[in-house]
């Protein structure tokens, strides 16, 4: 890698991490400190730490589990099987679904000057990936529109991630991406190669697509059973509070072509995984891909972001479960 290339991309990385992790970051390069910070999120992410930590979360779960209909329990059955499950929103809610709505609230966001200007100049001024433009970032002050919260707060949604988490969740992180297409000769980086994300012990990551995602668009590509647990959750794990970044030719030899689930699909398309499996994307090389982005994760979690509803009157009309993920005033 170019010098040149090496200082942007660790300053990109620096702009784009809170102070915590950059003190995360900088500790875990200093030995001996480094060895002391792994063995803390190690203890962390163990059983009975992981659970006293979310003793609140589990409690309510008990408290509001509900019945599962077909669609939820297949979409809870795949995500447990393979760690990823791919269904449209039409199917998965039952009911007709506001695609034009959706896609109209992320149009809207993305078509802010500031980012209109990222798109048409082909580069993202925030986080590593240069190739992507979100709506939110990192330090999201934009309220969430009312679309994209019934939706990703609704019940339906909400029991899935919660029943796969033992726990009631909390909405970790939500944004709109854009990706728009890299050129052959640029490095695939970060999230384009194989890696597991690390911030909990499980992450229920939502990908619904606002654009038709085909092969050239850089679909979300899974590793058949890598969630922790599943049968190949042992291959190349994590070291906490890391994740896990495995050689590609290392990793392709170990899994044959039909264990991988590629995740194409039209808009509408809802795509569920643990990212706690092995997993990549996001690579577009001719058609850009849009989607609507949210991960769900206990109390445990490392790197909590908070959103803010566009309007205050919606926080009254939430479900229990729903306050608590999108940790409402008292919840
Ligand atoms: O952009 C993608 O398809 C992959 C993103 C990813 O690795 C992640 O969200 O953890």
């Known amino acids: 890698m170019r010098t040149h290339d090496w200082i942007e991309r660790n300053y990109r990385r620096m702009q784009a991490r809170s102070f915590s992790q950059l003190l995360r970051g900088v500790s875990l390069r200093v030995w001996p400190l480094s060895s002391v910070v792994r063995d803390h999120y190690r203890v962390r992410m163990a059983p009975t730490t992981w659970n006293a930590i979310n003793r609140r979360a589990r409690s309510n779960l008990e408290g509001c589990a509900a019945p599962l209909d077909t669609p939820q329990r297949t979409t809870l059955e795949g995500l447990r099987r393979d760690g990823v499950h791919k269904t449209t929103i039409g199917d998965f809610l039952g009911v007709a679904v506001d695609l034009a709505r959706l896609r109209a609230d992320a149009d809207a966001l993305l078509q802010r000057p500031a980012l209109r200007e990222q798109i048409a100049s082909r580069r993202s001024r925030e986080g590593v990936k240069w190739y992507v433009v979100r709506a939110f ?37 939500l ?28 992450l229920v990551k939502l990908f619904i697509h606002l654009s038709d995602v085909d092969e050239t668009s850089g679909p979300l590509t899974y590793v058949r059973g890598s969630q922790p647990g599943g049968p190949h959750g042992e291959l190349f794990p994590s070291n906490p509070p890391s994740g896990s970044y495995p050689p590609k030719r290392e990793l392709e030899e170990r899994i044959p072509d039909d264990g991988l689930a590629s995740c194409t699909g039209d808009a509408g398309t809802m795509v569920w995984f643990d990212a706690c499996g092995l997993h990549r994307g ?10 609507l982005v949210a991960t769900y994760a206990s109390d445990a979690a490392l790197d909590l972001l908070k ?12 479900s229990p479960a729903a306050r608590y993920a999108i940790r409402a005033p008292e919840a």
Do not use: C, M
């Not at 019934?150 to 909405?171: E, K």
């Open 137 to 173: 970032g990192y330090r999201p002050r934009i309220p969430v529109p009312a679309s994209f919260a019934d939706l990703l707060l609704s019940d339906r949604v909400l029991a899935v991630a919660n029943a796969y988490l033992g726990v009631t969740s909390r909405l970790k992180y």
């Open 175 to 202: 944004d709109v991406w854009h990706n728009f297409s890299v050129a052959e000769s640029d490095p695939p980086i970060d999230s384009e190669l194989w890696h597991r994300d690390n911030e909990d012990r499980n």
């Open 307 to 318: 959103y803010r509803l566009a309007d205050p009157h919606q926080y009254e009309i939430l």
């Open 282 to 291: 996001g690579r577009a090389t001719r058609k850009a891909r849009t989607l």
